[in-house]
């Protein structure tokens, strides 16, 4: 197996050029021009996107607060752990964990451990999510946008983990952050 470094230039594309197709709220569209490792040229089109995190909330029975949430690319509910995008010029990731396990669900942590990250769709889509685990949770308020909606239930973790593996959820972070928080930790 070749190290890092050397696999990187070998497989590297470089940018050449970008056109802007659309620049939304979410996300900012691109189309741009890359040389390939050959020397040929090719197109990628990019999704752009500020990043995110995720928390597996863990209570000290050893449960999981989830939530419940309309998705409208699915038009369903789905089962998630809290989760949300960075604010524009956000740059500290546990800060936005924080705020996000707050404002979703009411809970504080006394720890937040970082477990990682998460691309969610690395061939068109820049996202990055900052997976952490929080625990010694102190219940509090919910404080939800004024566009969110969702239920917050609690859930031993070894039923959360066969909602998993049956397919019953289906969020990426979700499935991704669960597992590793289990084996890691090793709950």
């Known amino acids: 197996m070749k190290d890092e470094k ?51 909330p863990i209570t000290d029975k050893g449960e999981i607060i989830m939530e419940r949430q309309f998705r ?6 789905m089962w998630e752990i809290p989760a949300g995008k960075l604010d524009p010029g956000e740059t500290d990731h546990l800060e936005a964990a924080k705020r996000e396990l707050r404002e979703e669900t009411g809970y504080t942590a006394e720890k937040y451990t970082f477990i990682g990250e998460f691309f969610p769709s690395p061939a068109i889509l820049s996202e990055n999510i900052h997976m952490y685990v929080a625990t010694g ?51």
Request: with cysteine; net charge negative.
């Open 137 to 187: 949770l102190k219940k509090g308020d919910q404080d939800l946008d004024e566009d969110e909606f969702l239920e917050v239930i609690t859930l031993p973790m070894d039923k959360v983990v066969e909602m998993i593996l049956s397919g019953e959820i289906t969020d990426g972070k979700t499935q991704t952050a669960v597992m590793k928080a289990k084996l890691l930790l090793g709950l």
């Open 6 to 56: 050397a696999l990187y230039e070998e497989l590297k594309e470089t940018f050449v050029s970008r056109e802007e197709i659309f620049d939304g709220y979410i996300v900012h569209l691109v189309r741009d021009t890359v040389a390939l490792p050959n020397g040929a040229t090719a197109t990628r089109e990019v999704a752009l996107h500020n990043g995110a995190v995720c928390v597996v």
């Open 72 to 77: 409208y690319p699915f038009d369903r509910v």
